[in-house]
Structure formats: structure tokens, C-alpha cells
């Protein structure tokens, strides 16, 4: 009998490592080990080119979510387009994976014949009891409001924050980034007496190329690097710490802008 170059096959690892093919007409063996079997496609000299795993079932998917679990969440993408996982606890909330750490937070749509999922926020600009008390809410407008899935809200990107760090030789970085925490970490770990002093989300008045030509004559030849200086830490201050309105901060800079620059 003649072998179809595509028939399907199932592996199932043995102690003598023997295959058990299973032809896509009438196969020689019926019996496998569904928690073993991976599919496998066969060239004409019956080798095995390429293992796709097996799909996660729906059960194995829940978990107990927690911002430290998604801190250390890792997963093998190889093979795999995304991977989630569904809360234990608020059963319409998922999380999907990424690589950068930025996880998104999804609302499990189920209406009549439509299931999909809907983001409404990323990790860690959104902590999982944000996310659980969100997914809440989206359900009863779903159930109370009897709304449709182009109805619901989603986040199209990650908003860009704002982020100061400075060195031990006094010289502040001043940065943005969707993906800020990575970012952050990246710079913390590569480089020796780095240290955060603030981050906030960008605004329309106050954002990273504002701030760049407001202390353009601070600059540090070649990059984002600013030396120490009085109205610099003020700006951090009252922008990271004590959270003046984005008003506020504008007048502030308007004021340094005279100052550092008198006509």
C-alpha cells in the first residue's frame, strides 16, 4: 500500500522509543495515550519534519491570578500564536500572554452563538483586583445592559509613561515607555547606581519631548541624560510625588521656561 506523504500520525514516547503510526487510511494501530500523542506530518521518506503540541484543554487554563504570579509568568510561545489563562475567582476575566510582560486583561464575551474576549487593560498599569473588579462591571452591563460585543469598551494600546532615573554621578534620565517596567528593570539591571526617582502617565501638556527642550541647556551631549539641577527636581517632585494636575505642571514650566532662559 502506498503511504500519502501527509498522512497524520500520532508519536507516543515509549521506553524503546518506538512509533505508533496510526495512517490516515485504516491505521495500523487504534490505541494511544491522549496525554501523550502529538500530531506529526511525514515527509516521503517517512521522517518526522516538525512536533506541533497539543492544545491546552479549557480546564488546565484556570488559575489562581495574582499580580505576583503575572511578575514571573513565563511560557514556552514556541509553536504558539497566544496563550491565557482564566481567573479562579471572577471567571469572565482572562489574561493573555506577552513576552514583554505587558499581559493584557480580557472580559470573556458569551452571547447567543458569539464567543470572543474583549481586552480592557494591560498588566501592570492595571493590577489583577482592578481587573477582577473591571470584568464585574463589564458582566452586569452585558447582563443589565444587554449590550452587544461592538458595545463593550476596549483599550486599542498601552498608554506611554513618563520615567526619571538618576545615576550616582548625578546626571537624570528622562524617558517614556508603554512597556515601562521592563523598561525600567532593563536599565536598573544593566546599569550600576541607578535609581527611580518618579514615573507618571503622559498628558497632552506634560510629555518626554516638552521636557527635553524645556531643559534642553542640561542636556548631556548624545541622549536622554540631563544634569542635576534645582528645577528639575522640583518638576519631578511635584509631578511624581505630589501629583499636581497636568494644569498645574504646564504653568510650572512655563515659569521655568522664563527663568532658565530670560530674554
Not at 498601552?158 to 515607555?177: A, N, Q, R, W
Request: with cysteine.
Amino acid at each position: 500500500m502506498k503511504m500519502n506523504i501527509h498522512s497524520k500520525v500520532t508519536y507516543c514516547p515509549q521506553k524503546d522509543h518506538h512509533f505508533m503510526l496510526e495512517m490516515a487510511l485504516g491505521g495500523l494501530y487504534n490505541q494511544t495515550n491522549s496525554n501523550q500523542i502529538r500530531d506529526c506530518t511525514l515527509d516521503k521518506d517517512y521522517q518526522i519534519l516538525k512536533k506541533v503540541p497539543r492544545r491546552t484543554k479549557s480546564g488546565d487554563k484556570t488559575v489562581h491570578l495574582s499580580d505576583e504570579f503575572l511578575l514571573n509568568w513565563r511560557v514556552n510561545m514556541s509553536g504558539r500564536r497566544s496563550f491565557y489563562l482564566r481567573d479562579d475567582q471572577v471567571h469572565c476575566l482572562l489574561v493573555n500572554y506577552s513576552r514583554k510582560g505587558s499581559h493584557s486583561f480580557g472580559y470573556d464575551y458569551r452571547k447567543g452563538k458569539v464567543h470572543k474576549s474583549k481586552v480592557f487593560g494591560y498588566f501592570p498599569n492595571m493590577t489583577v483586583d482592578d481587573a477582577r473588579l473591571r470584568a464585574i462591571e463589564i458582566e452586569k452591563e452585558c447582563i443589565q445592559g444587554d449590550k452587544d460585543y461592538d458595545e463593550l469598551f476596549e483599550i486599542h494600546r498601552l498608554p506611554l509613561f513618563l520615567y526619571f532615573l538618576m545615576t550616582d554621578e548625578g546626571e537624570i534620565k528622562i524617558g517614556h515607555s508603554t512597556d515601562v517596567w521592563n523598561r525600567i528593570n532593563s536599565l536598573v539591571t544593566t546599569q550600576r547606581g541607578v535609581t527611580l526617582l518618579g514615573l507618571r502617565e503622559e498628558s497632552k501638556f506634560v510629555d518626554e519631548r516638552k521636557l527635553h527642550y524645556l531643559f534642553r541647556a542640561f542636556r548631556i551631549k548624545g541622549g536622554e541624560y540631563f544634569q542635576k539641577n534645582d528645577f528639575l527636581l522640583e518638576l519631578i517632585a511635584r509631578f511624581c510625588v505630589y501629583r499636581d494636575s497636568d494644569v498645574q505642571i504646564a504653568r510650572l514650566m512655563g515659569q521655568f521656561d522664563t527663568e532658565i532662559y530670560p530674554k
